[in-house]
């Protein structure tokens, strides 16, 4: 993918790039820690581990599902750590995404899209509002996904035993759609740096969002913007303001967005 004009921070100015720039220099970095107080649960992606499951869903998309540069998918999830891995999946396909987190509305009226993705959570009273999809997966976030409605399927069963793909990985023009509405990859990319920017965040910075505050739900903001500088991800989700608290002194957070 040819180079694009960055940030001051530098680097490759589109979504594929922003992600990208990352691995080399730190592949053994944790790069997203994922935390449910709810659950109790702690998850934690090392940057390689984070590119081999991203690069595994695109393998999925690329090999089964015909999903390339023209494509649309959709990605009905709230920020979560599987919501990073699908979505930089998409987007290293060249598809154009459309992330709802918290509603499926106008998506039903909505052109028919390639591939969606939805959590088994909210499937049972979202069913009648999937948008029409050639194909269809479960995503069991917080539970199993049990009994798969007729016409989908559950990706983490698609998903075993899959490799990255040994096809030449898809080459795009940066200026074409990474979203429905038409903004480009190096938009998305420019878009990020921007916000990073703005935030003051800095290669090796450690930043704490939290995954519930609807000012965070958008990927540009949890996932791309610290990506784009080569900063750490604590993704908080269920967690009160004094829980909140107690993890960004627990994970030496430099920055938190709540």
């Keep these: 993918m040819a180079g694009m004009e960055g940030s001051k921070h530098g680097g490759t100015a589109d979504v594929a790039g922003v992600f990208g720039g990352v691995l080399p220099q730190a592949p053994a970095t944790p790069l997203l ?7 109790g649960e702690r998850f934690e992606l090392v940057a390689l581990d984070l590119a081999d499951r991203a690069a595994r869903t695109a393998a999925l998309l ?8 023209g494509s649309r998918c959709a990605v009905l999830l709230p920020p979560h ?37 939805v959590s088994a959570e909210r ?17 069991g976030l917080d539970c199993p996904v049990g009994d798969v409605p007729a016409g989908y399927r559950d990706l983490a069963v ?21 979203t429905p509405d038409g903004s480009t990859h190096q938009q998305w990319g420019s878009l990020a740096r921007a916000i990073a920017d703005h935030a003051g965040l800095r290669p090796g910075d450690r930043v704490l969002i939290d995954a519930d505050e609807a000012a965070n739900d958008h990927p540009l903001r949890w996932l791309l913007a610290p990506l784009s500088v080569g900063a750490t991800i604590v993704l908080c989700a269920r967690s ?7 993890h960004a002194a627990e994970e030496q957070a430099t920055h938190v967005w709540s």
């Design 240 to 246: 009160d303001r004094d829980k909140l608290t107690r």
């Design 62 to 69: 690329h090999d089964d599902c015909r999903v390339g540069p």
């Design 123 to 139: 499937l049972g009273s979202w069913l009648e509002q999937v948008p029409p999809a050639w194909h269809r997966f479960v995503v």
């Design 158 to 178: 698609a998903m075993r035993g899959r490799q990255a793909s040994q096809a030449p990985r898809p080459v795009f023009a940066a200026g074409s759609a990474a």
């Design 81 to 117: 750590w599987r919501s990073a891995v699908i979505l930089l999946g998409c987007w290293a396909t060249g598809a154009a995404v459309e992330h709802r987190p918290w509603a499926t509305a106008g998506l039903a009226e909505a052109d028919h899209v390639d591939a969606v993705f």
């Design 33 to 39: 820690t994922y935390l449910d107080d709810a659950r």
